[in-house]
């Protein structure tokens, strides 16, 4: 399968995705040692990483990892699409030179919209 970023198909990331959940709510324990819950939901969360993504890849991909707001996501290992935000205090970029040729290595955290 593909990756597709807001209709736009950029180059898959390294498999296997981290997939993690993001819990929206609050854990608190009673006086008598219970744990109480107040959940509102959970959110799905992609730690994605690529490597060795020429300039042509690197340029379409952070057209979309720098764009603030909702955007559509189908992750490469189903078939859903999701409404993510990309987290963009998460996203790490190192740059390496190999013969005389310029590769990124990216690294972000996709999470699931409200």
Same mark, same amino acid.
């Given at each position: 399968?593909?990756?597709? @970023?807001? *209709? &736009?198909?950029? /180059?898959?990331?390294? #498999? +296997?995705? $981290? =997939?993690? !959940? &993001?819990? =929206?709510?609050?854990?608190?324990?009673?006086?008598?040692?219970?744990?109480?819950?107040?959940?509102? /939901?959970?959110?799905? $969360?992609? %730690?994605?990483?690529?490597?060795?993504?020429?300039?042509?890849?690197?340029?379409?991909?952070? /057209? $979309?990892? %720098? &764009?603030? *707001?909702?955007?559509?996501?189908?992750? +490469?290992?189903?078939?859903?699409?999701?409404?993510? @935000?990309?987290?963009?205090? %998460?996203?790490?970029?190192?740059? %390496? @030179? @190999?013969?005389? #040729?310029? !590769? !990124?290595?990216?690294? &972000?955290? =996709?999470?699931? /919209?409200?």
């Amino acid at each position: 399968m593909s990756t597709i @970023i807001d *209709g &736009v198909t950029v /180059a898959d990331p390294i #498999v +296997p995705t $981290k =997939i993690s !959940y &993001v819990f =929206i709510g609050e854990y608190s324990t009673a006086i008598d040692g219970s744990v109480l819950v107040d959940s509102t /939901a959970s959110r799905k $969360k992609w %730690t994605l990483e690529w490597k060795h993504l020429t300039q042509s890849e690197y340029d379409t991909l952070m /057209a $979309k990892l %720098t &764009v603030t *707001g909702e955007q559509t996501f189908s992750p +490469p290992e189903d078939s859903g699409t999701y409404n993510v @935000i990309v987290r963009q205090d %998460t996203l790490s970029i190192d740059a %390496t @030179i @190999i013969d005389n #040729v310029q !590769y !990124y290595d990216i690294s &972000v955290d =996709i999470e699931e /919209a409200a």
